[in-house]
């Protein structure tokens, strides 16, 4: 028997009870359906090894519903930094290193954890540098091993200055200020020029160096995918694109993060074309109850 999980948005975003009800309603089994929700203090490690399991089961169907979890954070840290990195590791491990920074709230930082554990499970713990000098010597070692590749410096925006050190202090050390290319140009010098190039750079005619940190700007009319659930269905989407679906619409966010969506969804088009994504989760009740046959 065919068994569907149900990933994506928790908080407090109810989505997936009357998503429930309407696939039972179509004709799938409820045993069939997993919801890995849990109330609040029953999660343990009998639960993770049952959620572990149905996600390792290869025919089970993923579903990722990515939507608006309507709960607050004081900081809204970008998934597509995330999506990004992992689009990068999938398409070049080798060319590829991210460094992580600390967060002062808990649970940002946690998303944090979980995600560079995850990497290290996939690609290995040498992807994963520790400090700035240490991103420094990466790109300088590696620039001088294929001059002929140029640096993409993905990861947060905002107001963190982190990518401008960067830049500051490879060039101090000599490094070509042309073979670094910063895609953090605001939203006034955003073009179509500078996404083909950002899309060259993902597709691989590039090394890429992800920081992930603060974004030092708050963001209060945002509203935010949580880190871990795009990073997930990115994931599996690799593993084995054709049992995921992915369903999210730009519209059920708003400010930044609308803006961070749009740009998820144009990566997953670009680079998974014949991935199951729809933008209403109505969309996904007929090709769920055909693949839980």
Not at 77 to 101: C, E, W
Request: proline share 7%.
């Amino acid at each position: 028997m065919k068994r569907l999980f149900l990933g994506g948005t928790c908080g407090e975003n109810p989505w997936r009870d009357p998503y429930i009800s309407t696939l039972t309603n179509a004709g799938v089994l409820p045993e069939q359906i997993f919801n890995p929700v849990l109330p609040p203090g029953t999660w343990n490690d009998e639960a993770k090894a049952a959620e572990d399991a149905v996600k390792a089961d290869p025919q089970a169907i993923m579903l990722f519903h990515l939507t608006d979890p309507r709960s607050t954070a004081p900081k809204s840290i970008s998934v597509y930094s995330y999506i990004q990195l992992l689009f990068s590791f999938y398409r070049k491990r080798n060319r590829t290193a991210v460094m992580f920074d600390t967060f002062e709230d808990a649970g940002v930082q946690k998303s944090i954890k979980a995600i560079e554990m995850d990497i290290i499970n996939r690609f290995g713990s040498d992807v994963v540098l520790p400090n700035f000098g240490s991103a420094v010597d990466y790109i300088i070692s590696e620039g001088n091993n294929n001059p002929l590749f140029a640096f993409f410096l993905s990861g947060t925006c905002g107001n963190n200055p982190m990518r401008q050190r960067l830049i500051d202090t490879l060039v101090a050390r000599n490094f070509s200020r042309n073979r670094l290319f910063d895609p953090n140009v605001g939203p006034e010098g955003w073009s179509e020029n500078t996404q083909f190039l950002e899309d060259q750079a993902m597709l691989g005619y590039s090394h890429t160096f992800c920081y992930i940190g603060d974004p030092m700007e708050d963001r209060p009319n945002d509203s935010g995918i949580s880190l871990y659930s795009g990073v997930e269905a990115l994931s599996a989407a690799f593993d084995d694109p054709n049992r995921v679906v992915i369903t999210c619409n730009p519209n059920d966010f708003s400010g930044y993060a609308k803006d961070a969506v749009e740009k998820m969804l144009s990566d997953f088009q670009l680079h998974l074309p014949n991935l199951r994504v729809y933008t209403k989760l109505e969309e996904s009740i007929e090709p769920i109850s055909q693949l839980l046959k």
